[in-house]
């Protein structure tokens, strides 16, 4: 009997470990349950704890930056800074412009040389910044701007320069190593439209260089010159004879209007331009821009010859300078369709050249 008892004591404690083991179930369960919530919740926070890891490990490529407008930036004194600003690129976020921090003031107030910071960080954490100096330079005097007149070059130790029109290429290369190194500034034409205007001061030391026709010489001997120093000039294409050079968009060149078919003599001794209606010459003017790529806005007459006709069909083509081969400088209130401009010759020296200039 005894026996008996034992066993049946045995059969009833089954069911508690049963019960117990279940309960370690359950609270298995709930510890699983939770924990993988938790983890769920630092997934679903992802852009914040597990892709922006993710993102930063695989991302290590810096923003882009560039520069609007020049890397140093000259402005007459007094007049009003406005900064151009950067652009900023990233490869994962695209563009973050609207992230970029600048640092440092210009004081248009006071001579001297200053610099501006821009910086910029991705979402990965990739910083970048670049650079710009701006020099406040004294305002432009009353002596006015020199516009300078090119028109053709020639190497001595291959051939002679037919007339005075042409320019040996080593005296063009001193003459723009002068401009270099003594700090000219380039006007655009913006600029220069501006200064006319008495809307903005130039900085001292301003200089526009302008070569006429478009001439083989200017891009095979010059233009090299030109980017070496990294200076600006405008070559005034003569479009029916050169316009194919203007599909070249060579580098610190500005392609403006020196016609399409006008620079030819008429019966009268004078230019076409002078005895063609006012719809002929704004055709050639349309044409001309065209094939310049629509962007002219600056004109030189040709031979220099121009009247009352010449001038409104400029203005009805949208043309808004126009320059003869008259001599002399630009002033504040010059007539912006009968500008001035220093001839460069032949037998101008290296002292001449400094003269016109300064």
């Avoid at 006071?110 to 821009?118: D, L, Q």
């Avoid at 063009?172 to 380039?186: A, C, M, P, R, T």
């Avoid at 903005?200 to 010059?222: C, H, M, R, Y």
Wanted: proline share 3%; aromatic share 12%; hydrophobic share 35%.
């Amino acid at each position: 009997m005894k026996k008996h008892k034992n066993i049946k004591k045995k059969r009833l404690n089954i069911p508690k470990i049963i019960f117990t083991l279940f309960i370690l179930g359950l609270i298995i369960f709930a510890i699983k349950y939770i924990f993988f919530n938790k983890n769920n919740e630092k997934i679903d926070l992802g852009t914040e704890v597990v892709s922006q890891n993710i993102v930063s490990a695989k991302d290590k490529e810096i923003p882009e930056l560039v520069l609007n407008g020049r890397e140093y930036e000259v402005i007459a004194k007094e007049s009003t800074y406005k900064d151009k600003m950067v652009v900023a690129k990233d490869n994962i976020d695209g563009d973050i412009t609207n992230k970029v921090k600048v640092e440092g003031n210009v004081d248009t107030q006071k001579e001297g040389i200053y610099e501006v910071k821009y910086s910029v960080r991705d979402e990965a954490g990739n910083e970048n910044s670049i650079k710009r100096t701006v020099e406040v330079r004294k305002t432009l005097e009353n002596k006015g701007l020199p516009v300078l007149m090119y028109h053709f070059f020639y190497d001595k130790n291959k051939t002679t320069g037919q007339d005075n029109n042409w320019l040996e290429i080593s005296d063009f290369e001193e003459q723009i190593k002068y401009l270099s190194d003594n700090n000219f500034y380039f006007p655009s034409w913006e600029e220069v439209e501006k200064y006319i205007d008495g809307e903005i001061n130039l900085p001292q030391k301003s200089v526009v260089l302008t070569v006429d026709d478009g001439d083989d010489s200017f891009f095979e001997l010059a233009v090299p010159i030109l980017q070496k120093y990294n200076v600006d000039a405008t070559s005034f294409v003569i479009t029916s004879w050169y316009g194919y050079r203007a599909n070249e968009k060579q580098k610190n060149v500005s392609y403006q209007s020196h016609s399409d078919c006008m620079h030819e003599g008429a019966t009268n001794g004078k230019g076409v331009m002078l005895s063609w209606p006012i719809g002929k010459i704004v055709e050639d003017l349309n044409t001309s821009n065209k094939t310049l790529g629509g962007n002219a806005t600056v004109f030189c007459y040709p031979f220099g010859q121009y009247n009352d006709v010449a001038i409104l069909a400029l203005k009805q083509a949208g043309f808004k300078l126009a320059f003869t081969t008259q001599g002399g400088r630009v002033y504040k209130g010059s007539d912006k369709y009968k500008l001035p401009r220093v001839r460069i010759s032949k037998t101008t020296t290296i002292t001449e050249f400094k003269n016109m200039v300064n």
